[in-house]
């Protein structure tokens, strides 16, 4: 089954880290990284650019809107993601355990949902 690793940190926190945290950072990720292609479970994954960079649309009544900006003001904001295949539940939270931002920030783990598309 798949499920998606959403990494949540703070924005503010990882602006006020220095260039020498950043790169150590960026190494445990990529052990990290290397880790779950290596035992199969890696399907996909990135991180996000600062929720700054945001846009969120809705549509009203027929038209589109934009905002600047994330969907809600919250203490710690997407920064990240994987995807993962994982033969449960249990595997796929033992997997977010590991990721270097769940120290610091939070990950939320969620199954991916399967469509039956009949032909």
């Known amino acids: 089954m798949q499920y998606l690793l959403l990494i949540y940190r703070s924005d503010a ?3 006020r880290m220095n260039a ?3 790169k150590a950072l960026s190494a445990e990720y990529a052990v990290y990284t290397q880790s779950i292609i290596q035992s199969g479970h890696f399907k996909a994954g990135d991180g996000l650019q ?3 960079t945001a846009t969120t649309v809705r549509v009203r009544d027929g038209k589109t809107l934009t905002t600047d900006g994330p969907f809600a003001e919250t203490r710690e ?5 994987y995807l993962v295949d994982a033969k449960d539940l249990d595997t796929a939270l033992g997997l977010a355990a590991r990721i270097p931002g769940a120290k610091t920030g939070s990950i939320e783990v969620r199954p991916v949902m399967i ?3 009949p032909r």
């Open 115 to 117: 469509y039956d598309n």
């Open 13 to 15: 926190e990882y602006g």
């Open 77 to 81: 904001q997407l920064g990240g993601y």
């Open 50 to 52: 600062p929720v700054s």
């Open 20 to 22: 020498d945290d950043r």
